[in-house]
């Protein structure tokens, strides 16, 4: 918009951010990772024939450990592995930091351990996105 407002009686010289540098400023509190039908979240596989894990490296470092934010439904998610798949209807954050999310599922996953594969959404509502909003 071009509008700088300060909180003085003497202006600075107009602040110009990129369009990255902005970017990474916004996704310090929110980062969407997959929205609608068929998108990639990542890479996972299965710990166990009933628990699928997987990690999730954020683009920047977000302000805090951020929590998730999952559109939840009858299978509105796959973890597609080994000519199988699996419907999944929602994730669990396992362990958190600021620049890296672990996720599961441990009820909607039957595989063989070991056996990796990778996580998408299956719904034209579904929304995987990190949080760590103020």
């Known amino acids: 918009t071009g509008l700088q ?23 310090r509190y929110y980062t969407l990772i997959a929205e609608g039908t068929s998108k990639p979240i990542a890479v996972a596989m299965n710990y166990t024939s009933t628990n699928m894990y997987s990690t999730i490296h954020l683009p920047t470092d977000m302000r805090a450990s951020p929590t998730i934010e ?11 592995r080994n000519i199988g798949a699996d419907n999944i209807d929602d994730f669990f954050l396992q362990m958190t930091s600021n620049r890296i999310v672990e996720i599961n599922n441990t009820s909607d996953i039957s595989g063989t351990s070991g056996h990796a594969g990778f996580i998408r959404t299956n719904n034209a509502a579904s929304k995987f996105a990190l949080k760590a909003e103020l």
């Open 5 to 27: 407002v300060e909180v003085n009686s003497q202006a600075t010289p107009f602040e110009h951010r990129s369009y990255g540098e902005e970017l990474a400023l916004c996704q």
């Open 70 to 80: 999952v559109t939840s439904g009858t299978n509105y998610y796959q973890f597609i």
